[in-house]
């Protein structure tokens, strides 16, 4: 992201946003500022793919952040290879390292010596799919069920990206990976809605490809106490075999297919629809025919198809007033 320019003191609160804008037109000017923090979470020269969904997010949350004071808990995936060789790290905030299944277990005890101190810190788990969906949901789920002071952030990118790519309970139907090379048979697991049934104050999917919303979903979580979980769709062009510069248009395809609904759940039971889909059949069909991962597997579409709707019809029939 591009750095801001300093405007003038005598500069119109208009002008300095129109600037905003037009340095930063495809982020609706959210770009690094003065009100952003001093040390991005994300620092330059990170190890991370090019076109990493990860590290849009990472930037995302940067932004989100300010400047409150935050630890942050990673397990084992990609975002933990980010930081580098010890004693180096490409993050800009205090992280802890743990097992891949105890990233929730490490945070309570973290949140929890915050809260003895009387310190303001919130505590963040960044974890891949594979921590969460699979080999975390046990300490997920037990964090979750006793409303820890949690904000945990699952940056999903449908496989165990940092070991070669196997399939997870987050892999989508058809999807060719390293241990399901002839496609994935089932479904992808609903996480969202496992998360809601633990009847948490607050959890919430964001769309990369709609910067504002996440941007509020992201501070509305950060201030919030008790247990909170953001799903984010993280493209990853290595294992989606998908060019690094669409990642973000694979996004929006999604989101305006209906194959990925941007919700917000409150309490567990209210669900707010943020971004409506066009159910468009064109954009499902260009998020398949873009990624290497879903070649021959292009009878599943009609499948596909079919849990969409179902899904949307679940949502409609549960949602509160509809699109936000």
Known sequence: MTAARTSTPNAA????????????????????????????????????????????????????????PVEMVIPACCGIVTAGPYPYSAYGAPVAASAFASAAAVATGLAHVARLNGEQTRVICWAGDGGTYDIGMATLSAAAERDEDILYICYDNEIYGNTGGQRSSATPLGAVTSTTPRGKT???????????????????SISLAHPADADR???????????????????????????????????????????YPVIEVFGGREIEVNV???????????????????????DDLAAVKTAIAEQWDHLCRHSKGGVR
């Open 13 to 68: 609160p208009h002008a300095a946003a129109v600037d905003e804008e037009r340095r930063e037109p495809m982020l609706r000017g959210i770009s690094q500022s003065v009100k952003d923090r001093a040390l991005p979470l994300l620092r330059p020269g990170n190890t991370n793919c090019g076109g990493c969904g990860m590290s849009i997010g990472l930037n995302f949350l940067s932004r989100a952040i300010g400047s409150r």
């Open 186 to 204: 089932g479904g992808k697991k609903d996480i969202l809605a496992i998360m809601a049934a633990h009847r948490i104050p607050y959890a919430a």
């Open 217 to 259: 979903k992201m501070r509305h979580a950060l201030d919030v106490t008790g247990f909170r979980f953001l799903h984010i769709l993280s493209p990853c062009p290595t294992g989606w075999k998908s060019e690094p510069a669409e990642g973000i248009e694979l996004v929006r395809l999604a989101v305006a297919s209906g194959l």
């Open 276 to 298: 409506e889909p066009s159910f468009d059949h064109g954009a499902l069909e260009r998020y398949f025919e873009s990624q290497g991962r879903f070649r021959g597997t292009k």
